[in-house]
């Protein structure tokens, strides 16, 4: 994969990323690990982990997928090309989103991203699931989507239990 296909491909799914970059992770290991074989599948889930449990920004994957696929450059090129549109279009929806804050466009717009992003960030929790993917776990799953959907309970709570349910062994 040269450095301007990995450009390219990490500057279209930017564009797709509303609310946070883990959204475009199957997108990304699609042409990663299923199209293109940079990597395999036990890779892609590390890479993914490790940048997660890390401190910083949960964008930080994208990074160490360019690492991963070619060193420095790699990284650089993947960063640069996810995070400039990003940026730009933040740039822009700060400087007209609060003049126009109370208009009917901007209101469904800002309403109707919500849902795509929820479902880009289940294939997400899917996508990298599959493999280890149980009828406890499942069912954890649709259990925390369910109260975080209709409960103000924080998440913080969740993943609590889900952490003593997975050292209990139960998921």
Do not use: C
């Not at 490790?50 to 994957?61: K, L, R």
């Not at 997928?65 to 929806?93: D, H, N, Y």
């Amino acid at each position: 994969m040269t450095l301007l296909e990995i450009a390219w491909h990490f500057f279209t799914v930017s564009l797709v990323a509303f609310g946070a970059a883990t959204s475009v992770t199957p997108d990304i290991h699609r042409v990663l690990v299923e199209t293109r074989h940079v990597m395999t599948e036990e890779q892609f889930a590390g890479l993914f982990s490790m940048s997660q449990a890390a401190p910083g920004t949960n964008v930080m994957f994208v990074t160490v997928l360019g690492w991963q696929v070619a060193g420095l450059a790699g990284a650089l090129t993947t960063t640069i090309s996810f995070l400039g549109p990003t940026a730009l279009i933040a740039l822009f929806v700060e400087r007209f989103g609060t003049r126009y804050r109370n208009a009917k466009w901007h209101i469904s717009i800002r309403r109707s991203l919500a849902p795509v992003t929820v479902g880009l960030l289940m294939s997400t929790g899917y996508l990298l699931q599959r493999s280890a993917m149980s009828p406890a776990g499942v069912a954890l799953a649709i259990i925390a989507t369910a109260v975080l959907t209709w409960s103000k309970l924080t998440p913080l709570w969740l993943t609590a239990v889900g952490a003593i349910l997975g050292a209990a062994g139960l998921v």
